[in-house]
């Protein structure tokens, strides 16, 4: 398990020296009345339309994917206030880090933590399922003030950034595993420990199943799920920590122990937990990462699908 960092003098660098500058840019910012960081925040996401270019078109290509159904003219409402949510994700990032406890609990309206609670009794682990919103480092931050618990995560290539990432994470949580630690997040699940685990991206071929996700009948969908559900029987618990509408604050929703959870094969579990990452979704679609290349791993011999 990755313990606090310790800060060291190396991270003093003149090579560190801009990536200091926009922290402490970004520390100051968030110290403004949350109003504010509204309009800042979702004024950035319309300009980074202008020059994210590519992931406009990744986004796009992902929604039609999605939603074929849906009018043309909808989907392009729900890009731009998906990048609207790109812009927020960045302020909150910074709340979610450098505020005090007080402040966030003021904007967080938390309900199902009985869900929790009742694991907890059962002395379960929780394989709590998280998914990749922007909304993402905020909902960990409300979750672990109210439940500490221990966030998977990938290391920064950027020693500072890696340091700033782990230290702001472990502010409301106990620790942090790297996700290419398969044993040590089963060991901590047979521990009764939470687990925050995200299964929604694309991992690579190597690592992956195809199960259908909204209208694509094929998207590669990690096999790791299966691994941990079979070896380690924890409560599965999914979450979603979605903004609300005009700048009212956060709604934290932790739904029950999905008791019903398949176990038979890999296949099995990845159709049933993108059932469960659709659900997710559509609570708040405007404010899912769109921008990933989601489906850039096909079966072999089938064409791109962002081409």
């Known amino acids: 398990m990755t313990k606090l960092p310790v800060f060291t003098s190396s991270l003093l660098h003149p090579r560190y020296w801009i990536n200091w500058f926009c922290i402490g840019l970004l520390y100051i910012i968030v110290l403004l009345p949350y109003p504010l960081l509204y309009k800042l925040g ?3 996401g319309r300009l980074a339309m202008r ?3 590519h992931r406009v078109a990744i986004a796009r290509c992902n929604l039609l994917l999605c939603f074929p159904d849906m009018l043309e003219k909808e989907r392009e409402v729900l890009l731009r206030q998906n990048f609207e949510s790109l812009g927020m994700g960045l302020i909150e990032t910074g709340m979610a880090w450098f505020w005090p406890e007080w402040r966030v609990k003021r904007l967080a309206y938390v309900s199902g933590l009985e869900h929790i609670k009742h694991a907890c009794e059962e002395n379960k682990g929780i394989l709590l399922i998280g998914l990749h919103f922007f909304t993402l480092e905020l ?3 409300i979750f672990g003030i109210y439940n500490p618990g221990i966030g998977v995560y990938r290391p920064h290539d950027n020693p500072l950034l890696n340091w700033l990432q782990t230290w702001g994470r472990m502010r409301s949580n106990k620790s942090m595993l790297d996700r290419s630690d398969i044993k040590g ?7 009764s420990d939470i687990i925050w685990y995200a299964p929604d991206h694309d991992y690579g071929p190597k690592s992956s199943v195809f199960a259908p996700l909204f209208a694509v009948p094929k998207a590669a969908t990690t096999s790791g799920t299966y691994i941990l559900v079979r070896m380690a029987s924890p409560a599965v618990i999914p979450f979603v920590p979605r903004r609300l509408p005009e700048g009212r604050g956060y709604e934290l929703i932790v739904f029950p122990n999905e008791r019903l959870f398949p176990q038979e094969n890999a296949i099995a579990v990845a159709t049933y937990m993108n059932y469960l990452v659709e659900r997710a979704i559509l609570l708040a679609p405007d404010q899912y990462m769109w921008l990933h290349r989601r489906f850039k791993t096909r079966p072999t011999g089938e064409p791109s699908l962002y081409r």
């Open 185 to 191: 997040i089963i060991r901590a699940l047979k521990n």
């Open 42 to 44: 979702t004024s950035l």
């Open 139 to 141: 909902g960990a931050r």
């Open 51 to 53: 020059f994210m270019r």
